[in-house]
């Protein structure tokens, strides 16, 4: 490719940057498989089953396992060599897929058993997601990242395009356990490009957490995060409604346009064109609307995609209706992405990820079982449609808590923290820690210092800090003091350590409306028993934080 011809900002930029042109052609692979595989389920389950649900629980048992287990996949992606984290659940996806196909060619296939192979491939894909996102800012500089995610999302697409009407094909031609095969064989080019890739990533001078104080540090983190709050909401109500053309098309090929497996692929097809389509125009979409608008515009056409597929018996009408869902599809899932990436600094972007990834593939999975339970009772015409209208209560949603819009905000580590020099000899563990700061704030400037102090609170809170309070002296008002504590010194250490270039513009405000000789003075104290035993502290010594 010629880097003269990719103009910077361009939905192409980011395949100058190797190793992500790389991964993205060798995921192209993978994603081919991984649909070829979806249909030759999907289909399966068509002709094993004899009940409606069952067939949209193959995409709930896919969904099901990312909801369950992202959090902990997140944790491990920020903790953790994500390269390796990849590679070991690409290798994982393999080993199932190979079996799948095994069980498959032998006849031994069941419902049941089929919905488990499925659930485990699920899991492995729970595993992989939070590393693979979180690495396109491994792979590709900040500014980029927004073309790079909808560069794998348009790839993705592109593979959708075509991928299951030629699965369609092999279904038809040579079963299901062909395709099954067929994906076996489409891990080995991202095993091997994975296996290859060297990145550098930053060394942590702490000792890393344990999975559970990972895991509640992100939790902690998206909780305190408002704007982070808004998304989660907004892409479980898509997912939960959106599915539903996933989890249903089947039964439309079959029951509402009178196909095979040939046309379901076609129609899985025509739906990845629009993805492609919408993923081409995303950056464009993007410089001309607010964020609410975008994804206010998806809900209502992925609505109209899904009452056409309702209300038509013809192929192509119901294919031309899928184009349009599958634009709003990536258009919305890319930019809620985005937003999230955007939105958190790289110690929490996995952890942030994977919520985020829960809250989408949860709202799938439960549509996929309440679409499938709907569509069995009264038929998948009516489940669509009623989908549809649901969709619409979710663009409404932005009419009280619209999105956020993307602002360019320096997340990079602040690294302005230094050790203090300490008399005691405090090790990582020792604590609870009580940190206090105290301010000089003239009257007319409090108002502000409260504003700013709220802000500060939520920061605070955000990266670990416990019991934070804010205090006014009684006998001189003009002191203020904020307090807080951490459980040990080490995570005193990495509240501070968290803090980021944007994070670092509250307190150059609150620092601007100090008005005492000396900058604020900040006290360190341990909490210490009353036993004499138990409070002696000896001189300080080094302290080995690894």
Known sequence: MDDHKIEQGSALEPLKHGIFRSVWFASLASNFGGLIQSVGAAWLMTSIATSSDMVALVQASITLPIMLFSLASGALADSYDRRRVMLTAQCFMLAVSALL????????????????????????????????QASVGDMVPRPVMPAAVALNS???????????????????????????????????????????????????TLPRETLGQAMGAGLRYVAMSPNIGKVLLRSFTFGFTAVVIQALLPLVARDLVAGGPLTYGIMLGAFGIGAVGGALISGRIRRSMTSEAIVRSAFIGFALSSWIAAWSSNAWLTSAGLLIGGACWVLALSHFNISVQMSTPRWVVGRALSIYQMATFGGMALGSWIWGLVAEGQGPATALVAAGLVMLVGAAIGLFLPLPEHTVLNLDPLNRFREPHLALDVQPRSGPIEIS????????????????????????????????????????????????????????????????????????????????????????????PTSLAAAVVTPKGPIDLH
Request: hydrophobic fraction near 45%.
């Open 437 to 528: 700061i105290e301010f000089i704030i003239r009257e007319e400037d409090v108002p502000a210092f409260l504003e700013a102090m709220a802000e500060r609170r939520r920061v605070r809170r955000r990266d670990g800090a416990r019991h934070w309070t804010l205090a006014r002296d009684i006998e001189n008002p003009e002191v203020w003091v904020e307090s807080y504590h951490t459980p040990t010194w080490l995570e005193y250490v990495r509240h501070n350590q968290r803090a980021t270039h944007a994070d670092a513009e509250i307190g150059d405000r609150l620092r601007a409306l100090h008005s005492g000789p000396q900058p604020p003075r900040v006290r360190r104290v341990i909490e210490r």
């Open 101 to 132: 196909t095994l069980v498959a060619y032998f006849g031994l296939i069941t419902p049941w058993l089929l919905l488990s192979f499925t659930f485990l491939i699920g899991c492995g894909t729970a595993l992989n997601n939070p590393s693979w």
């Open 154 to 204: 348009m790839g993705f697409n592109m593979t959708r395009s075509v991928g299951p009407a030629i699965g369609g094909i092999i279904v038809a031609a040579a079963g299901a356990a062909a395709a099954f095969a067929v994906n076996t064989l489409s891990y080995f080019a991202l095993i091997f490009v994975l296996f290859r890739w060297r990145p550098d990533y930053p060394r942590s």
